[in-house]
């Protein structure tokens, strides 16, 4: 009954094993919650609420939807679970759409709000139609009460034959319900919006017919004037900078109010917007007393944390925390100011960082469903071929991180059907190409070639794959298991004999007319060492051929940065990596941004920074992907990470790169892991599972109840016992 | 450039050729439509009226939904097209949803209602997301205006570079616009309604707190309550019979009202029912003077008409007409009281009534749409496998009769999905039996078995292909048409080694365990003579082994009926379908019927009549496949019937089948053929289209114009030009 596995790890060379025996039965007890809640057909409420934030976005006061195809929810869902009651019960129904309720088959009149169940063995059924809204449902009896343990289907198949006699040979898949904390009657999940708090701005000027407005660092939310009165035009700019906002022209996001006010009102904006600077400006008929905004967030506890001595990270640490809070909003989004949108890649590391502050487990699922839809699938994820992959990627973390086996089990079919489109677009030589439609992004960089396969493209592949192979396993399609994993250890093999170039010691950057490209680029190098795809000689060569090599085309978006700097710590660079945090985000402090930026070049000078896209304002200043420095320091610095699913083993690898000291928590499905480490001593508080703390130490490590292993010449491993306090002593290298 | 063809047609032995080159320029030229109309994506605004309109069933006052998946339409659609201007023009734009507006890709600030579009070849985009309803446009400038040439899609792809370069390197099909009639801009797909009129009852009997109506005959509509008044519950108990109506615990509609009226109102109940009686009931506390209805009708203009010396037959024409309109609403359906759904088996009848009353494209269209859905696929249509190739059966019958190639080119890939869906579900021999989810219906008929492969599935599957075949050949899917060709002639062969028995005459009803069973039903064996997949030996024995032959099951519903007599009428046997009509459509009009019903055993007395499904009033007592008479006069009495596409060709074979005279019209897509015919004359105005007279007679027939070919002893043919009237000397046989 115990299954073992290995798998390789992303960032890492550990192998870890885990017992499937063991996480069922942990991480379905959630199923079973005592509380009623709303519940819906899994992805539809996550698709429904994607859609409504995504359209959101504006352009210069103009609708700007997502150019592929948005999916919808079902408009008819069946609800049912079977109930073994002692006692009559009387039950109340609330349902977003119409509806009708049967027991045992049998229809009660009409569209009741409270039935009364008989004692004994029965089974509820409700039916709700709704095409506006996601239909859900939210039952509450005293042992009937809806939550995940009800199962829903779309297509219910019961008919009746002549006689009159009910059928239901239906083959169709009955799913367990998809739920949040939709936990009263009255939280009805069409109704859901983030929480607002009122903030008033440091300053504003106001000079005849307009005001200029400054919140003091980057915020998000809406307008609200006070004492709007007279009649005329009022159009507000908005501006991540000043000279945005002051730049009517070329600002990225406008308002237009028509205002026709006989005495003073309150008027709030209806769509929210990212900003510091609000410009206003108005007609001569118009007049207002002053501004202020209300801010709109998601309010996720923040778990983990970290500090040290060097005040500039600790400001870095502390801007990457408010970054990554301004885009992680009803989903991870990318940037607050222009797209708003849910984009796999960057989605991709919200995801890492949420698991090192807000292990937010919903929010990370709401964004992989967002994001995956709805069969058919007609395109790649955003349309864009490494986003797909990274949407795999995603889930290998989030299995590994939280351990939760239902979202695989539930979405597999999902996956099989995005990757039966990945399959189906492989060419003659079982590579991907772009085909008419696809989108090969990669990075934002200048001239980056995407003509022909890429060995990046082959790699995201590879590893998706690997994923299919792992969620095969969890699903029990164990046909599809051994499919998976043999299309991807083939594809690896083919990946090294096509790009792997000796010569140059790296992996090229594409194959053309089925020759190797003389083009070194860093990212299928960088991944491939945190896929653990190269062997120790290559990594070595890499490093110094690829990513210590100035001549190969520099990385200018901390997106890309992120996978360059955890490749460099996951071969042990952290003493480097911290120069680079500092030089590149202490950059970007130093130019004043209270929240990081989409892309930054420190060879630009004044507004230049601003622009991208060939428009002048046209760069995102507060983007999710320049909050990395939180993974970072967490992973790789605190050095807590999961070696098996859901940290039922887990190794803590404290690494001061160049810091004096440094604490912090890291958080984990059972609790925060607390790690204090100076030169001399490192403290910490566990959690459940098995920790083991890795260390270099110039002596051997002592402490109360410790054992220590000797690996190799000053390199230790200390067994850490579940909820325990450690204090080691030892000497930094 | 001229491609000839030929193909089996249903319900005859004759093969037709068509010219593709000739019908693409005849029936694209709608395509150019000159007025401005409400336009969507193809299919949408069908789905989402259909899920509009089958939610409106009810069953005892409970909400009835479908139990198969209900689509949904695409919640954001661009639309586009290129115009080349000569001046300047001003253009208005109504849009259903949020939307803006793109000038060669530059878009408008807002979402603008009046766009100036200069002069020159400009490309306009709307871009519309509307999750309640279908994103729907209308745009009306001088040349500027929307209509089916716009091009739609759900995934425009377009996205830009680092540059700002915007791409559309789509590989998506853009899809030429839906459209229907909403020529206004006021008239918005959203709000569509059927029309309305009022009706009075014949007789209304009040008797202390309760009143029962009757309306005279069969209706559908919105019940009216005049002068209500006062305080407390008011049942509505509807009846297609008195009995029903009289029965509260019973009858299978109901309304509730909760009256609290303190002066005299109108009251109009909100959902339409089917009746002809209405027993009101209420509390002492309330009052009504009197009771109205309003009738709920599709309107379609009757094209064709019947007529002829037997009062009997031309009754039971007009109650059919009459059960017909009745059921010819939004969409075709199968009865208004009970399912009031579309069901593909009863639909496919109707296409064929419909082509000999209404000849209405739009409604065939529509229907059709709505059953197809969405992919998906993931069940049979209706879940039921029969209906499934009904739905292709019916295109392949659209095609014959309206020449129209547009729904074809548009909807090939939703056929080719539904087809693999069949090809997939095949088991080890290449045949269908039933899988779970699988409902195997063919007729209401007691202990009809499903078990095995049944060879009625099969010839159903088998003619589907060949629909397939033909279809890909429209569409351009050359590669296809060769394989669904040959998959057809692979299945027909098998189902004829596999099930004709030659010691019963008779293709047996199964195979169950690789065996032939020893039963012998009438489905198979009459579908193949109107399939023309028997051979003429085959057919005269099969006349008597089977359809003559009393010892075989009989049918008692009028849905197989009409096969049943088609497929006699196929075989000449006239005469006898005449008796039976007037029999069994007899039979009904004398127990009172006012419109043909779900089922008729002559044998049954009273009320027995009026139960089905285990249930005192479940049958139907206005079903659409009991109007088929109206099939059966227009095509094997008058004897018209299209030999190609879109009555290209066409043959008139009048057959008298007992009367002593008969006239009336015939509809196609280029005017109404009139056909009158008596024992010694024929008179007949014909339309466009070469149309060939084919007549039995004693002597050689005369008349003006007329080249008589003698085709053997006593049956003639006659060459008919367009648009021409013949009066023809005959002697009957």
Redesign the interface.
């Known amino acids: 009954m115990l299954a073992m596995r290995s798998f390789f790890l992303p960032g890492g060379t550990i192998k870890y094993r885990l017992s499937f025996c063991l996480l069922l039965t942990v991480f379905t007890m959630n199923a079973f919650a005592q509380n009623a809640t709303w519940i819906w057909y899994p992805g539809d409420f996550e698709i429904?609420l994607a859609?409504?934030m995504q359209?959101r976005r504006t352009?210069?006061?103009?609708?700007?939807?997502?150019?592929?195809?948005?999916?919808?929810?079902?408009?008819?869902m069946d609800f049912h679970k079977v109930f073994q009651l002692d006692q009559p019960e009387k039950v109340s129904i609330f349902v977003e759409g119409?509806?009708?309720v049967k027991i045992d088959g049998k229809?009660?009149?009409?569209?009741p709000t409270e039935i009364e169940i008989p004692a004994g063995k029965h089974k509820i059924n409700i039916?709700v139609?709704n095409?506006?809204?996601v239909p859900a449902i939210f039952v509450k009896g005293t042992k009937v009460i809806s939550d995940s343990t009800w199962l829903v289907t779309?297509?219910?198949?019961?008919?009746?034959d002549?006689?009159?006699?009910t059928s239901d040979?239906?083959?169709?898949q009955w799913l367990n319900a998809g739920s949040w904390d939709f936990d009263s009657p009255l939280r009805r999940p069409s109704q859901f919006s983030l929480p607002l708090k009122k903030q008033s701005p440091v300053s504003t000027t106001k000079t005849g017919n307009s005001i200029l407005v400054d919140f003091g660092k980057e915020t998000f939310g809406y307008i609200q004037f006070h004492g709007l009165i007279g009649k005329g035009n009022l159009s507000i700019y908005y501006g991540e900078s000043r000279e945005e906002a002051l730049s009517p022209d070329h600002c990225e996001a406008l308002d237009?109010v028509k205002v026709d006010y006989s005495f003073k009102l309150e008027h709030r904006q209806f769509l929210s917007k990212a900003f510091r600077f609000v410009n206003i400006q108005f007609d001569p008929g118009v007049n207002l007393d002053s501004v202020s905004m209300w801010y709109e967030y998601a309010g996720l506890p923040e778990r983990g944390w970290f500090k040290c001595n060097d005040e500039e990270i600790n400001r870095i640490y502390d801007v990457s925390k408010y970054t990554f809070e301004l885009n992680t909003r009803e989903f991870f989004i990318d940037g607050i100011k222009r797209d708003r949108w849910i984009w796999s890649g960057d989605a991709y590391q919200s995801y890492l960082m949420n698991y090192y502050l807000y292990f937010d487990r919903p929010t990370v699922e709401r964004t992989m469903l967002a994001l995956r839809g709805k069969?058919?699938v007609?395109?790649h994820i955003n349309?864009i071929m490494d986003y797909t992959f990274y949407w795999f990627i995603g889930i290998y973390d989030y299995y590994l991180y939280t351990g939760d086996l239902t979202f695989i089990q539930q979405f597999y079919p999902r996956m099989q059907s995005l990757m039966d489109y990945c399959l189906s677009r492989r060419n003659k030589d079982g590579l991907l190409e772009g085909?008419?439609?696809?989108?090969l992004f990669i990075d934002?960089?200048?001239g980056l070639s995407k003509k022909g396969e890429l060995s990046f493209e082959q790699l995201l592949f590879c590893r998706s794959l690997e994923t299919m192979a792992l969620c095969a396993g969890i699903a029990g399609d164990h046909k599809g298991k051994g499919e998976y994993a043999k299309l991807a250890s083939d594809l690896k093999a083919k990946v090294f004999s096509l790009y792997w170039n000796p010569a140059k010691n790296a992996l090229v950057h594409s194959r053309i007319d089925g020759k190797q490209t003389d083009n070194v680029t860093r990212y299928s190098n960088m991944f491939s060492i945190f896929f653990n795809y190269f062997n120790d000689a290559q990594k070595q060569a890499v490093k110094n051929s690829v990513l210590l090599n100035d001549s190969i085309q520099k990385i200018t978006t901390p997106y890309m940065r992120f996978y360059e700097l955890e490749a460099l710590c996951a071969m042990g660079e952290q003493d480097h990596v911290m120069k680079e945090i500092k030089s590149y985000w202490g950059g970007m402090l130093k130019l004043g941004a209270t929240s990081f930026w989409e892309e930054y070049n420190p060879d630009k000078k004044g507004e230049e920074h601003y622009a991208?896209?060939?428009?002048q304002f046209?760069k995102s200043l507060c983007h999710a992907w320049g909050a990395s420095p939180i993974y970072l320091l967490g992973r790789y610095y605190l050095g807590v990470q999961p070696t098996s699913a859901g940290y039922a083993a887990y190794s803590i690898q404290p690494v001061l790169g160049g810091l004096q000291w440094m604490e912090g928590k890291v958080p984990t499905p059972s609790g925060d892991i607390l790690v204090y480490c100076d030169k001399k001593k490192i403290r910490i508080s566990t959690v459940k599972g098995n920790g083991t703390l890795k260390l270099k130490s110039k002596i051997k490590p002592t402490g109360k109840n410790i054992q220590v292993n000797i690996i190799s010449r000053d390199v230790y491993e200390i067994s850490l016992n579940p909820d325990s306090n450690y204090e080691i002593s030892y000497s930094a290298l």
Chains 1, 2 share one sequence.
């Open positions: 429904s859609n409504k359209n352009e210069r006061g103009t609708f700007f939807p997502v150019f592929w195809k948005m999916d919808n929810h079902y408009v008819l119409e509806y009708n229809a009660f009149e009409g569209s039916k139609f095409q506006a809204q779309f297509e219910d198949k019961e008919w009746i002549e006689t009159g006699k040979i239906s083959a169709t237009r069969d058919p007609t395109g349309t085909l008419p439609g696809d989108w934002w960089a200048a991208m896209y060939g428009r046209g």
